[in-house]
């Protein structure tokens, strides 16, 4: 049997036409601003595409390009001016920054109202408590993914592979949110086969490629790839091309959570934009 293709391009031109919509109702224009190192060819290129999907979307997107002299204290002035920026919405420190800053304060200076990565701790401790605020963009996207598709979530037991906390602890607490059944492995998990084989939905975000095969899937799961580590000039996802052959459903790298994350950032933008234009006067 051959797996479902989640095409998260699909998907994701779906989510972006349905917030362009809702913006061009709007009578201003939200504003999104990107942070990023300028040495870090990835982070160009991830900055670039959000940058290109928010435009798009009818949002003004504008990036701040750090040179490798930029101290943390003009890196916090930067952020609070941003905070302080009522014409500004979104706030997004693209990581990783260079070696000697330290990104923990950055993220943590983001006005949340403003924090369309949900990288503040603020963010954080919203997400698990079950309160409303603004939650990351990967994880935010698996999940956009699966109700594009009419996956059911609820009562699911979703293993996820990989606890970062740009993707696998948000999608542990988002999935729990959504009442899935929850299993949050890492390079230290025993036995990794027998938990992800009993999963309903597998969620590989451990940056390792093609770690997950067939032997490891049940029959039938859904599997969502995270993973795009450069190899031989490529991007390889953390899925074997095997797990295709007994999965249900599985998304394709490229094509698959990248496109998501990328429209959930510009999702998140509008929230961010809404909540704060509806309560700033
Ligand atoms: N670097 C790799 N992934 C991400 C992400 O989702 N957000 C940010 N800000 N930086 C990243």
Redesign the pocket.
Known sequence: MAATVLDGRGAARALTAEVFGQISELSYTPRLVFIRAGDDP??GA?VRSKSRMAERAGIRAETRLLDSGTEQVELMRLISELNDDRDVDGI?????LYPHLDSRPVLAAVDPAKDV?G?NPINVGRLWSGEPGLF???PMGLIRLLDHYRIPITGRHVVIVGRSN??GKPAAGLFLRRDATVSLAHSRTRDLTSLTAAADIVVAAAGVPAMITASMVKPGAVVLDVGQSPVDGTLRGDVAPDVADVASALTPTPGGTGPM?VAM?IANTLSAARSRRSTDG
């Open positions: 990835a982070s991830y997004l420190v693209q990581l990783p990565d990288f990351p963009a990967t740009l993707v994350t950032v």
